[in-house]
């Protein structure tokens, strides 16, 4: 609750209400930020684990073509001794290699599954079946008599036992086809083929299990997503209505007060509050200032009474039949002035003023004109209703007679006329002039215009 002078505004202001959304905003877009790179690293998890099983297995697919060509080239060498097919070996050797050192990095990379221990037995049985071949190679060479310094920086040849050392050349051949034929031999080439399948297999289901599993995890946080969007739009939704509830409608409503030139309501944010509770404080004011200007224009300053621009606006509200119009004027006010002082003149009128108040109804007039002079107006009555009005002014006289500790004995003459016919101020004003004039002439007395000859 904050405090501004005397009032206390039960609300938050319109820059409070922005920081909250601004920070809401901002912890909403965080959130979604997060659950968009969640989704990334998923998405890009499922694309590495698809790119590990295509690359594995077309390692695997080609390690196998390659294998069952080595076999026929080092097959074919040890058979007729023809030196090129031991080149095209050592070739496929080379790209063996190269293969099982992709292979050896898609083994690090599924550490700890099934499909790791698979290829791990295809790696030991290329081990087994090379080992075999490099054996065979070693009596082939021996056996046809090549150079096999030739070849030692490709090939690991194994040291021949003192047995095989003394086996005649065609024996060492011999020998050397029968290590590629053998069982032994056949068993390392159907363990390595079906080795290469359980792992094309195993790759394959771990690729489709991991698969699922991203798939869940990309489906947990696109969930999480659209929650966040959701939740999002209702924030956003729930700001414009708080706005408008809280700014706009109270505006707009304050809008159509002021067109109305009515209060305000003080509702709302708190800065729509205090615009509005400033307005109807300044609106007070000015009302305040409005009465007291309409006031000090419509009634005399000394006195109190109606002045002269009161007299000429309430013309409009006379009855054109139904009224007595009387001047007053003080009998030798000037002497009271140049005797007593200006201050004991105005205490005079003053006191004039209170008499012919007190005397008057509240449907009469009773204004001060200027100076000295007076003017009554007692509506509703007719010439009839002249005794009434004698005795009505009589009691005035004899009030104004009656000398106080402020003022000296007051005598007054009065001039009065009646309405007839259309309404005419001036013909009216002047006959009750006419009337005062023959009035002051004897002094303390009141003259109707119809008598005035």
Known sequence: M??????????????????????????????????????????????EMSDIYIDGQISLVNMKTSSDAMVERVRTFVATGDIRYLEEYIDNLSDAE????????????LNGTSSHDQIQLVMKEIDNMIEAEMH????????????????TDKLILPEL???????????????ANELLFNEEYQIYRNQFADNIEQCIRSLSEYTSLHRQDSYDTITYYQNNQRIAITISLILVILDVIVFWIFVVKPISNNVA??????????RG??????MADAYNRMYDRIEKDKEKLSYEASHDSLTGLLNRNAYNLSQSDLDDTNFCFILLDVDDFKGFNDTFGHDVGDKVLQKIARVLSSNARSEDYVFRLGGDEFAIVLQGVKEENRNIIEKKMEKVR?????????????????GATFSSGKLDMDRIYKEADVALYRAKEEKNRMVFYEDVN
């Open 136 to 151: 065979s190679l070693k009596l082939a060479l021996t056996g046809y008599e090549i150079d096999e310094t030739k070849y």
């Open 161 to 175: 036992s003192d047995e095989e050392s003394k086996l005649s050349h065609e024996q060492m051949i011999d020998k």
């Open 98 to 109: 190269s293969r099982a050192k992709t292979l050896d990095e898609i083994v690090e990379k």
């Open 398 to 414: 004899n009030d104004l007679l009656i000398k106080d500790d402020d003022t000296p004995v007051i005598k007054i003459s009065l």
């Open 257 to 266: 007060h002021i067109n109305k030139n009515e209060y305000l309501e003080v």
């Open 269 to 274: 944010l708190k800065d729509v509050q205090i």
């Open 2 to 47: 904050e405090e501004k002078g005397n009032r206390k505004y039960k609300a938050i202001s319109i820059r409070t209400f922005g920081i909250i959304m601004i920070v809401v905003a901002f912890i909403m877009a965080i959130i979604l930020q997060y659950s968009v790179h969640d989704v990334k690293v998923a998405s890009d998890r499922t694309q």
